[in-house]
């Protein structure tokens, strides 16, 4: 069969609307190119015009002048996507930059027909988004893996309106949040650094001026540091004190003199606070035995009110109270040479004073002077009686010896 007895065979193959609307040729320029007499119409074209058969080439032709869309595929290099509005008509050799390709190695280039990683993605545009991801109302995540070991990611969450960057857990990550705050294992930011845990740097600036922390001050032994050259004040620039704070303190724990220092052993009621263990010394760490309050000082105020456990000394009143005689007492006092139930100056300087005791022992002695007062009274009265009648007797026996004489 001769090549025109095979055309024509192939022609009445054809269905009556292909052959009214379109052009088939064989050979020419293209091995296939199937052609719309339209010229405004769409085509389809398959051609390999290298001898060597190195690239395929399928063609849509959208308009002889204002370009075409297709796909060629190179035995050499890869797969190569177009898409041109630029006048120019199919033929063998292709100008136009690709829009994708997929290289023979691998690699995927989206706006580049050379892309040098697994894919790499060029704007036509200076500033022009180049890969986009877009969600609405999920997370968004861009995931780097080793052997399909999760390593690292790039998350948007438009819920909470923040980009984390991380390894691993989502929690350690570092987070940059609508206002540009970065926060480093905190999610939240709430300053334009917010770093949850230690800072290494080899260089600090503040408004952009070197921060300097003079080294020659500070010793450092181990994992601890030192500051040794004077008081640190916070809030203050005038530290009275090693460590003077003007405002409140936060701490997990506050230790006096290596003890660890237990705040809950203070009860606040109102604006009062209670202290309801143990023993309080104030200018002394030794407070003696019996005693909840020990002050190395002298002591101001207004007003001291003492609540006594002990029998207020009214006891004194009573009938059957033991008044030791004046003679008795005199004789005390010459031996000991203080009164007594009364603590000597001895005792008084070795072991102190209570105050409530030597309150309670002073009025017992008033009470008792009183007594001694009102027995001096009760004598003293009778004594003017026994006087007044000695007198009036004196009188009468004067009276009688003048009238005894006068006779």
């Known amino acids: 069969m001769t090549w025109k007895n095979y055309l024509r065979m192939v022609l009445l193959l054809i269905p009556a609307p292909l052959c009214a609307q379109s052009d088939l040729v064989v050979g020419t320029n293209y091995k296939l190119n199937i052609q719309r007499q339209n010229a405004d119409a769409d085509a389809f074209i398959l051609h390999n015009a290298r001898t060597d058969h190195t690239r395929k080439y399928f063609w849509e032709t959208t308009h002889p002048t204002f370009g075409f869309r297709g796909l060629q595929m190179s035995y050499i290099n890869g797969i190569y996507f177009y898409a041109q509005r630029n006048g120019t008509t199919a033929s063998q050799e292709f100008t136009p930059e690709p829009k994708m390709v ?14 040098n990683g697994l894919l790499e993605v060029k704007g036509p545009y200076s500033g022009q988004s180049q890969l986009i991801i877009n969600t609405i109302s999920s997370n968004a995540e861009l995931r780097f893996s080793a052997n399909g070991v999760k390593k690292g990611f790039v998350w948007y969450s438009p819920v909470e309106d923040y980009i ?30 917010d770093v949850d845990g230690p800072v290494n740097a080899t260089e600090l600036r503040v408004n952009g001026e070197l921060l300097n922390i ?12 030192d500051y040794m050259a004077g008081n640190v004040g916070i809030g203050t620039v005038t530290p009275a004190y090693t460590l003077d704070v003007n405002g409140a303190i936060n701490a997990t724990e506050i230790r006096l003199n290596g003890e660890k220092f237990n705040p809950t052993v203070w009860e606040q009621s109102g604006t009062d606070i209670n202290y309801l263990q143990g023993t309080v010394g104030i200018g002394t760490a030794a407070v003696p035995i019996g005693y909840r309050l020990a002050v190395d000082g002298n002591i101001m105020a207004e007003e001291i009110q003492i609540q006594l456990s002990d029998t207020w000394p009214d006891y004194v009143f009573e009938e059957d109270y033991d008044l030791k005689p004046l003679s008795e007492v005199e004789a005390f006092v010459k031996t000991h040479k203080h009164l007594p139930d009364v603590p000597s100056a001895e005792e008084v300087a070795s072991e102190g004073q209570r105050l409530g005791e030597m309150n309670t022992i002073f009025l017992q002695k008033v009470e008792e002077l009183t007594l001694y007062i009102i027995e001096q009274e009760h004598t003293i009265s009778e004594l003017k009686q026994q006087s007044h009648k000695q007198h009036e007797l004196i009188k009468e026996l004067y009276r009688r010896i003048s009238k005894d004489y006068k006779k």
């Open 102 to 115: 997929i290289r023979n190695e691998g690699n995927v280039g989206i706006g580049t027909s050379l892309p």
């Open 164 to 193: 984390a960057f991380g390894r691993g857990n989502r929690d350690n990550s570092m987070f940059v949040n609508v206002l540009g705050d970065v926060g480093i294992g905190i999610v939240s930011p709430a300053y334009k650094l």
């Open 214 to 225: 003079p080294t020659q001050f500070w010793n450092q032994t181990g994992t601890n540091i």
